[in-house]
């Protein structure tokens, strides 16, 4: 362990000006990587979201950009008046507040009328952040928050049957999202077309190819728990194996893991630092508990898709996972 | 009540009174008392009131679900007659209560009161029928808990209003994506489950009772 | 500390002493039925019949009271007049007496009542017990109101069941729902706090 140079009363590692004549001991942690603050962590979460973005341009077009871009105006406009409220410069750099509108627009539909993003991006910074006294103290992805909000309110134009738009340009926004298709008609979507993205959905969930190549970047990155991510998708595909056996006809486990937002949820949304647990153990009950989550929803109820409500559920849990599972300081019975 | 004094002074009668419970307790079987007279007397003036205002609230919706009579001379009220109806069939056993409308004393129709499960919680529809039973004249949803602005539209007319000029022989089917004819009902979108729910309750109520009052209203014509 | 007279009583009530957004009293119902102003008002009339009923009556028989005995007094004295309330619901406001459903029954348990009893009514005169109970109620109705207005304008975009919103407005459906009466509360009793809050600091200033 190297020890940091900083003085007692200099918290902040990265600007602290090291003196050479002097051996400089500093109370723990000693964080190694001093270069880890909020800022870094979210650019990295807008560079892995950057394929999941470009599938959604791609695929979804001009609803997609639309999307992203009412959403973007409506949490920053947001984030800057609840600062302002509380007379506080606003926090827009740190980039926590794109990151939340970005991940919101992805989990909309690319059918949702604009006052959906409005709206849910009003209560995703406001409700879902602002009021628990601003970024880290939130107990729930406000993200989640929000899409939870607009979804039970608008639920005609945002649920199952609000992603289909039969009158749309774009051939996909006219079909049934997979999983509903499968669920009401029994439809099997093709593995080719949920690997590139070539399906109904919300915008950031179709592509299971961009989602993995985002994932793997945020977790090689250490911005993400890999730990959260890797438990999720092995219950979840512990769950499709006892639904439907090791099958290669129908609905496989595969299906199942690449269909809906389950990457998208595993990465990006369940991984958010400040609503899922601190250790590592604890992130893997974490994970795991979503995984299942997401699974029982799917199967047993009248939802299609059970990321959000699954992910909303085990944040809940999370201060109880943590206490569980923080070690006791040495020397404590 | 505070414990016991450890001597109780038997000789003051003062003593004693206060020691005993049911005589401490006059105020409260007094209150009792009155206060239960008080409502007696309530429910003998309310009572009546509010039996009518909860058979009404079915009674009311009757007529709408009864076609009106073929010549515009016949001027009588409708007179309704409740009765239930117990069936039994494949191992269980459901109770109908049964509306028979009568203009004149002639046969104008059934309306029948059920309730079935829907997606959220129960769902209690009066369905009319025809008097010899084979069309549906109308169907009204009583009482549904289903999720608003989805299911809860079962019970607006332009869905619930589908069901009247429906044959009763054919089991009801329901599509998606409209068009329907014949014997189809239209999914409400986004609502498939309680949409079939409703659906659901008015076939097994056909099957369940439509025999019976054919054979009914055979027996009651002159 | 002197007793409070009937005016104070009355005016403590509706804000300074409001029963939910300041004692946090009769929560459930307050949650239950504000997603329309008919069930809240209509909510907020009966339980102003039982409370000045429950006062009146415990006020004068208040040198009755045994300490031991005074609980299933005012137990008693609250559910007769809730089962009034309720008959009298029932037999003139059918649709609201089922669309409360069993909330006007449980006024009974509601702790604003036996809480006025308690403190106010099991202490002081008729005319003060009653001035109390008006001025508790009043101060229940005008919460159950101000949520009640709040969901019912985003829910449905109607107030009192007049559309105040234009057609196009998207109802909120989560402002109806259960959830929606806990944000709504939520955030309306966080205004009023700042309120008191901005209030404080002003008179300190």
């Known amino acids: 362990m190297t020890m940091k140079a900083s003085g007692m009363e200099k918290t902040d590692l990265k600007n602290a000006s090291v003196d050479p004549t002097l051996t400089e001991v500093a109370p723990s942690p000693h964080l190694v990587e001093g270069g880890r603050t909020t800022r870094r962590m979210m650019i990295d979460v807008l560079v892995a979201l950057a394929p999941l973005v470009g599938a959604a341009i791609y695929f979804f077009r001009w609803s997609a950009v639309r999307q992203m871009a009412i959403c973007l105006a409506a949490c920053l406009t947001v984030e800057a008046l609840c600062a302002l409220m509380r007379r506080r410069r606003p926090p827009l750099a740190d980039g926590s507040a794109a990151v939340t509108a970005i991940i919101l627009a992805l989990s909309l539909p690319a059918t949702a009328p604009w006052y959906a993003g409005v709206i849910g991006s009003m209560v995703a910074i406001g409700i879902g952040k602002a009021l628990f006294g601003g970024l880290g103290m939130n107990l729930f992805n406000p993200a989640m928050v929000g899409r939870a909000f607009v979804m ?44 590139i993205g070539r399906t109904n959905g919300s915008l950031g969930e179709t592509s299971a190819l961009a989602c993995l190549a985002g994932g793997l970047f945020l977790c090689l990155r250490r911005s993400a728990a890999w730990r959260i991510p890797a438990s999720m998708l092995a219950i979840a595909a512990l769950f499709a194996i006892l639904q439907t056996g090791f099958t290669a006809q129908g609905w496989t486990p595969a299906h199942h893991l690449c269909g809906g937002a389950l990457l998208f949820g595993a990465f990006f949304i369940a991984t958010d630092p400040v609503s899922s647990p601190l250790t590592p153990q604890g992130q893997m009950i974490y994970g795991a508990g979503i995984g299942a989550l997401v699974m029982i929803i799917r199967i047993f109820s009248g939802y299609p898709e059970g990321v959000m409500f699954a992910v909303l559920l085990m944040n809940g849990l999370t201060p109880l996972i943590n206490r569980w599972t923080i070690p006791p300081p040495f020397g404590e019975q | 009540m505070p414990p016991a004094v450890a001597t109780i002074d038997t000789a003051s009668p003062n003593r004693s009174w206060r020691d005993n419970a049911l005589l401490q307790g006059w105020l409260v079987l007094l209150l009792a008392i009155v206060f239960g007279a008080l409502l007696a007397g309530v429910q003998t003036a309310l009572g009546p009131a509010i039996a009518d205002n909860k058979r009404n609230e079915t009674l009311s919706r009757v007529p709408q679900l009864i076609p009106p009579p073929d010549t515009a001379a016949t001027s009588a009220q409708l007179e309704v007659d409740t009765r239930m109806l117990p069936v039994s069939s494949g191992g269980r056993t459901a109770v109908y209560r049964i509306h028979r409308a009568s203009r004149d004393d002639e046969l104008a129709g059934w309306v ?50 589908q069901f009247a000029g429906k044959p009763a022989a054919l089991p009801l089917e329901v599509i998606k994506g409209g068009g329907a004819s014949g014997n189809q009902i239209d999914a409400i979108t986004g609502a498939t489950i309680s949409s079939r729910a409703v659906t659901d309750i008015v076939n097994r109520t056909l099957a369940d009772v439509r025999d019976q009052l054919a054979t009914d209203a055979g027996k009651a014509a002159p | 500390m002197s007793t409070p007279s009937a005016g104070q009583r009355f005016i403590r009530g509706i804000l300074p002493e409001n029963p939910v957004y300041r004692q946090m009293l009769g929560l459930c119902a307050t949650l239950a039925v504000t997603n329309n102003l008919k069930s809240a008002v209509t909510m907020g009339a009966a339980v102003l019949f039982v409370l000045v009923c429950a006062n009146l009556m415990v006020s004068l028989i208040r040198h009755l009271l045994t300490p031991h005995l005074r609980i299933v007094i005012f137990t008693l004295t609250i559910a007769t007049f809730v089962t009034v309330a309720d008959r009298l619901l029932a037999a003139f406001l059918y649709p609201m007496s ?108």
């Open chain 1, 152 to 195: 039970i309110s608008f639920a005609g134009a945002l649920g199952a049957a609000g992603y289909q738009d039969a009158g749309s340009a774009i051939d996909i926004m006219t079909q049934a999202t997979p999983l509903t298709a499968f669920q009401q008609s029994g439809v099997v979507t093709g593995l080719a077309d949920l690997l």
């Open chain 2, 112 to 161: 029948v009161q059920v309730a079935g499960q829907g997606y959220a919680d129960r769902i209690e529809v009066l369905l009319g029928l025809s008097p010899a039973a084979d069309v549906i004249t109308g169907l009204f949803v009583l009482d549904q808990k289903e999720t608003p602005g989805l299911g809860a539209k079962i019970a607006e007319a332009p869905w619930r209003g």
């Open chain 3, 98 to 205: 089922k669309a409360l459903g069993p909330y006007i029954p449980l006024i009974i348990v509601n702790c604003i009542i036996i809480c006025r009893c308690e403190v106010c009514a099991a202490k002081q005169g008729p005319l003060t017990a009653v001035a109390d109970a008006l001025g508790q109620s009043i101060g229940f109705t005008l919460a159950l109101v101000s949520l009640a207005a709040v969901r019912e304008i985003l829910g449905t975009g109607m107030w009192f069941g007049f559309r105040v919103l234009p057609a196009a407005w998207p109802d909120w459906v989560i402002m109806v729902l259960p959830p929606g009466a806990f944000l709504t509360f939520g955030l309306l009793l966080g205004l009023t706090n700042w309120i008191s809050a901005q209030r404080a600091g002003k008179e300190e200033a």
